[in-house]
């Protein structure tokens, strides 16, 4: 590392700087049905108006306003309107349609009365209607969105409710960014698959399984791989045989200042370090560079500290590709219920869980906070964002990250 690589800065700096390494992304069209969690790659547009047609909100009769102002009012039903029928049918003064909920409004109506305020006579084919119509039961055409109407922008993350959106706007295939290839690699001695047999002094690799999901969660493909032991020519191939087949990769371990940082070492000596060490805790030991050309994040080792350091660093690295603020990270305010040890000059983050106390949303901590402890961020809810300007005493109010 030479002596101008920035070293312990503020996250904000790093996270600038890790966005000067970019990769244009690829865009495909795929099926809406596969389209949960990836990003649009261009804005998308409605192909209808929505609805396509004035329609009923109710299952009633279709009227015409201006005659059922003086209730009970008796009408002859001249027609029946179903959901999916065409356009055509008319009433006429006197008349009323009995009409289903999404069915077009017949010409003349312009107004429905729900059946639960009508009595229908069957023997006479007619209706009494106890009350006036309502005007408002007709939903009208073009009411939620219009035809050519950008609902969606570039960048956007798809959840199921926007999924849904797009095929109410006619669009049963959409383009999207062609998900990057994550490698994630795990560093260390001492890991063991979970399910196999611990031995003396060792532990179960954890770090990958959970980054790996989060790599899907941002709409990427993560491609895990094996525990690679503290030996540097064993992490060359892995290095090697990640930047050859994948487009970022990701290790796990070994950024440290130790002896045995190995992740560190070697991408001093052979690799393109842009900066090491960030001020956020847990989670300080970080570096980012390239190997090969390839985009590399080095996250700490310790379980809660490469989640965290995930989340707040290479999340917003990945959604910068995308041109997405999606999924934004949900912020609220909250007031801390104890005190919380903060470190001057560093973004504390915290695990702990929320209550509701007099209409305030109140933070404490449940599980030890050990950034070797898994459980507090698995069980915790939230992420503390305390910086410089927070005391962490109790009664004090700011942020969290949402886990
Ligand atoms: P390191 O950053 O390699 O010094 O590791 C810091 C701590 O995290 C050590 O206690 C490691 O045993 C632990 N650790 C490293 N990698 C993993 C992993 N993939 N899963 C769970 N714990 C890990
Ligand atoms: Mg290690």
New binding site residues.
């Given amino acids: 590392m030479g002596s101008e690589t920035p070293y312990f800065i503020p996250l904000n700096d790093a996270v600038e700087i890790s966005k000067t390494r970019k990769i244009d992304l690829q865009s495909e069209i795929i099926s809406i049905d596969k389209a949960h969690r990836r990003i649009l790659s261009k804005p998308l547009h409605s192909l209808t108006n929505d609805p396509p047609f004035d329609n009923s909100a109710m299952d009633g009769f279709a009227v015409i306003y201006s005659e059922t102002l003086k209730p009970p009012t008796i009408l002859k039903v001249s027609t029946t309107v179903e959901a999916g029928n065409k356009f055509d049918n008319i009433i006429n003064p006197g008349e009323a349609a009995r009409i289903m909920t999404g069915a077009p409004i017949p010409k003349g109506a312009d107004s429905i009365i729900p059946i639960e305020l009508c009595e229908f006579d069957n023997e006479n084919n007619t209706v009494k209607l106890l009350q006036e119509s309502k005007p408002h039961f007709i939903r009208k055409k073009g009411e939620n969105f219009s035809l050519n109407e950008i609902l969606l922008s570039k960048g956007t993350y798809l959840t199921p409710e926007k999924i849904s959106l797009c095929a109410a706007m006619g669009h049963g295939e959409v383009e999207v960014f062609k998900p990057l290839k994550v490698a994630i690699i795990?560093?260390?001695d001492?890991?063991k698959l979970p399910g196999e047999e611990l031995e003396s002094g060792q532990?179960?690799?954890?770090?990958?399984f959970g980054i790996s999901s989060l790599i899907s969660w941002l709409g990427h493909e993560p491609i895990r791989y094996p525990?690679v032991i503290d030996s540097i020519e064993e992490l060359r191939k892995a290095l090697n045989h990640a930047s050859n087949n994948c487009d970022v990769i990701i290790t796990?371990?070994?950024?440290?200042m130790?002896e045995r940082?190995f992740v560190r070492k070697i991408m001093e000596q052979e690799g393109v370090i842009d900066f090491w060490r960030i001020k956020v805790r847990p989670g300080s030991?970080p570096l980012f560079g390239s190997w090969s050309n390839t985009p590399i994040f080095g996250l700490?080792?310790?379980?809660v500290s490469?989640h965290v350091v995930f989340r707040m660093l290479c999340a917003p690295w990945f959604r910068y590709l995308t041109h997405s603020s999606k999924p934004v990270e949900n912020k609220i305010r909250v007031k801390l219920g104890e005190d919380i040890k903060t470190v001057p000059g560093f973004l504390t983050l915290r695990r702990v869980n929320l209550f509701e106390l007099d209409d305030e949303i109140v933070a404490t901590t449940k599980h030890h906070q050990g950034s070797?402890n898994i459980a507090s961020i698995a069980l915790g809810e939230a992420l503390t964002l305390l910086g410089e300007n927070h005391s962490g005493k109790r009664g004090e109010y700011c942020h969290v990250l949402i886990l």
């Fill in positions: 795990p560093t260390g001492e890991l532990i179960f690799e954890s770090n990958t525990s796990s371990g070994g950024v440290s130790g940082d030991p700490p080792g310790n379980p490469s070797g």
